[in-house]
């Protein structure tokens, strides 16, 4: 069964950089996609980054292109989200969640809403502020 851990987060400061980890176990195959959602207390959940390992196909939303970056290390089966150039805004729980089967579509086919997505790992905190 496949299993994802989410880890890393904390307290950062404006300005500063902070790394997440999400840990995958459990996949038969390499057709999936793995993403960082994040929510803020008060607003809605919304998917920041994706990945596709297979290829390293990435996608970012607008508010985090330039400072964060995903990336695969196949070897080690982890995600990574490497944030820099924290703001207060990027204070959330961030989740990593993994759509099964999506990498054959993609990117004719893009996992979007949290609704494609089959697992989701546990929130790892992550806090900005000086």
């Known amino acids: 069964d496949v299993q994802l851990q989410a880890s890393g987060g904390g307290l950062g400061q404006p300005g500063g950089s902070l790394r997440v980890s999400c840990a995958a176990s459990?996949?038969?195959?390499?057709?999936?996609?793995i993403s960082w959602f994040r929510q803020a207390p008060g607003k809605e959940r919304e998917g920041v980054s994706r990945?596709?390992?297979?290829?390293?196909?990435?996608h970012y939303v607008d508010s985090v292109k330039g400072r964060f970056t995903i990336f695969s290390d196949n070897a080690k089966n982890t995600v990574y989200l490497q944030m820099n150039d924290l703001k207060p805004e990027d204070t959330a729980l961030y989740y990593c969640?993994?759509?099964?089967?999506?990498?054959?579509?993609?990117?004719?086919?893009?996992?979007?809403?949290?609704?494609?997505?089959?697992?989701w790992g546990q929130g790892t905190q992550v806090t900005v502020s000086s």
């Open positions: 969640a993994a759509a099964l089967g999506a990498g054959s579509w993609y990117p004719l086919l893009a996992p979007e809403g949290e609704d494609e997505y089959d697992y």
């Open positions: 459990g996949f038969t195959s390499d057709d999936y996609v």
């Open positions: 990945v596709v390992p297979r290829d390293g196909s990435t």
